[in-house]
């Protein structure tokens, strides 16, 4: 109880990241936060909470990958850092993640349980094809969110690592989040508005 009232604790962290600096919720958080404010979230709350922070990145990543020109394709903002198709391709292939987990999910994964396959999925490739991938990951990986019911508890063991699948679930729905900001960093220097702000 202690180690899934931490992966609790973790997601209001990161929801309570959207208050402004006087702890009072920012504009449009009001209602996510209002359910991680509530005592006693269970394993079928983080479910349903986690899937709706999923679909969010998915719906945003899939515009923001239409509206990027393919001349802006391998924009970056300086050498050494992934540029915006690398970022792309990037997230599908953490979204293909739960395959460390053993779940039944029916869609297959481009890649085994290996972190040598996990990095060669990642090679540049054209705009078209990488939001195939990316569009394709996002429903891999909320039937795997899905089928990951009654198994939260369990031990994951993904390369080196070990996690409880719950932490796991966390990491991977904030590590998404954390690319879809850089993502939109990157269009906004390029003057690409985000289509969902319009």
């Given at each position: 109880?202690?180690?899934?009232?931490?992966?609790?604790?973790?997601?209001?962290?990161?929801?309570?990241?959207?208050?402004?600096?006087?702890?009072?919720?920012?504009?449009?958080?009001?209602?996510?936060?209002?359910?991680?404010?509530?005592?006693?979230?269970?394993?079928?709350?983080?479910?349903?909470?986690?899937?709706?922070?999923?679909?969010?990145?998915?719906?945003?990543?899939?515009?923001?990958?239409?509206?990027?020109?393919?001349?802006?394709?391998?924009?970056?903002?300086?050498?050494?850092?992934?540029?915006?198709?690398?970022?792309?391709?990037?997230?599908?292939?953490?979204?293909?993640?739960?395959?460390?987990?053993?779940?039944?999910?029916?869609?297959?994964?481009?890649?085994?349980?290996?972190?040598?396959?996990?990095?060669?999925?990642q090679a540049v490739r054209p705009k078209a094809e990488t939001r195939t991938e990316l569009e394709r990951s996002f429903r891999y990986l909320l039937a795997a969110l899905a089928a990951s019911r009654g198994h939260w508890r369990e031990q994951v063991t993904m390369?080196?690592?070990?996690?409880?699948?719950?932490?796991?679930?966390?990491?991977?729905?904030?590590?998404?989040?954390?690319?879809?900001?850089?993502?939109?960093?990157?269009?906004?220097?390029?003057?690409?508005?985000?289509?969902?702000?319009?």
């Open positions: 109880m202690t180690r899934f009232r931490s992966i609790v604790g973790s997601m209001l962290a990161i929801l309570l990241a959207g208050c402004t600096p006087e702890g009072q919720p920012a504009a449009g958080t009001e209602t996510a936060l209002a359910p991680a404010a509530a005592a006693g979230w269970g394993e079928e709350d983080m479910i349903a909470y986690l899937g709706k922070r999923i679909e969010t990145a998915r719906d945003k990543f899939l515009q923001l990958a239409d509206a990027v020109p393919e001349a802006e394709w391998d924009y970056r903002p300086m050498d050494g850092v992934r540029s915006f198709g690398e970022v792309f391709i990037h997230v599908a292939a953490d979204n293909w993640a739960p395959v460390w987990m053993d779940l039944d999910v029916t869609e297959e994964a481009p890649i085994g349980r290996s972190m040598e396959a996990f990095r060669d999925y390369g080196e690592s070990e996690w409880e699948m719950g932490q796991m679930w966390v990491a991977l729905t904030t590590h998404m989040h954390e690319h879809l900001g850089q993502s939109i960093a990157y269009a906004r220097a390029n003057r690409i508005v985000p289509p969902w702000s319009r």
